[in-house]
């Protein structure tokens, strides 16, 4: 295990998720620590977390709420990009990152519940969107194109993105993605530190993250996990320690909490125990040193 800490010194940073609350349940200590220390940050948003839903109320419900929950911890609208994509599920035989991930045909179009462009808000468009004039087509040459151009845009020297091993589809398809780019990026001279961490665990949700409030994130890694130690090895952890605004045990004075409170769309009764667990001490990521891997990482030397 190593231990890191977000201080003046720091690169700038950019967090890229799949969802909306996963930049506070993966990445709001890191947040808060850099803005306390002027660190340049942008929060990326793959999709609009619009899954089952026919209109774009739910998907601009939860962009609302990202803005509110990152407002919270000091970061201004401005520092948040939308990307506008879709979500249509979490097996990867449903998830619509996934599946685009895994297109042959780079310009065909896959369809949400909700329709086949990207979308944001009314007072703020997705990137797509403010960069071309126009929303963008759900393709995949679409999502490699914005995503290529956001990291250009902002060229960050660190990324904090999902895990590979993470059994949601889009949380895996997003880092597969991340790491399809980066290797792109690598043949310009562009290489920044890319880590992943890990939301929805082979162990189960109701395994991980253990519950309990403010202790460490405990192993991962438990008799039904199929995570693969030679890829997900917890020694080579490193952790994030928090800032004291999200020590306390008193869930109302957590600042954390608090910021995941926001996200009034994804905290359904079934659903609040396992997002509040993620309420501790240190936010755990590993380094990924080689953006050229094998999409199956069965040599076990893309993690340290």
């Not at 929950?69 to 994509?85: I, P, T």
Request: hydrophobic share 35%; with cysteine.
């Amino acid at each position: 295990m190593k231990k890191r800490m977000i201080d003046e010194g720091h690169g700038s940073i950019m967090v890229i998720v799949p969802h909306e609350d996963d930049e506070i349940l993966m990445c709001a200590g890191i947040i808060e620590r850099a803005v306390q220390c002027h660190v340049p940050l942008t929060v990326v948003m793959a999709t609009n977390g619009d899954y089952g839903c026919d209109h774009l109320s739910v998907g601009r419900a939860r962009l609302y709420e990202t803005l509110d929950g990152l407002n919270m911890l000091g970061v201004d609208r401005e520092q948040v990009v939308f990307l506008g994509y879709a979500d249509t599920g979490m097996p990867k035989e449903e998830s619509f990152l996934y599946g685009l991930y895994h297109e042959t045909d780079g310009e065909r179009i896959h369809p949400s519940h909700c329709g086949t462009c990207t979308y944001g808000l009314p007072e703020k468009d997705e990137f797509h969107k403010s960069e071309y004039g126009e929303h963008g087509s759900y393709t995949r040459n679409g999502f490699v194109n914005d995503l290529k151009a956001v990291l250009r845009k902002y060229r960050p020297e660190s990324i904090f993105t999902t895990s590979p091993e993470d059994t949601h589809g889009d949380h895996c398809g997003l880092f597969l993605f991340v790491r399809e780019v980066l290797a792109d990026c690598a043949e310009e001279g562009y290489e920044p530190v890319l880590y992943c961490g890990l939301v929805h665990s082979g162990a189960g949700d109701e395994n991980w993250p253990a519950r309990g409030r403010v202790e460490s994130l405990k192993e991962p890694v438990g008799p039904d996990s199929d995570h693969r130690p030679e890829v997900f090895n917890w020694e080579d952890r490193i952790v994030f320690p928090v800032p004291d605004s999200m020590l306390s045990e008193n869930l109302a004075e957590n600042k954390k909490a608090a910021a995941l409170a926001k996200h009034v769309t994804a905290l359904k009764p079934d659903a609040e125990e396992f997002l509040y667990a993620f309420v501790k001490t240190d936010e755990v990521f590993w380094e990924i040193r080689d953006h050229n891997l094998a999409d199956d990482f069965a040599s076990g030397k893309g993690v340290r």
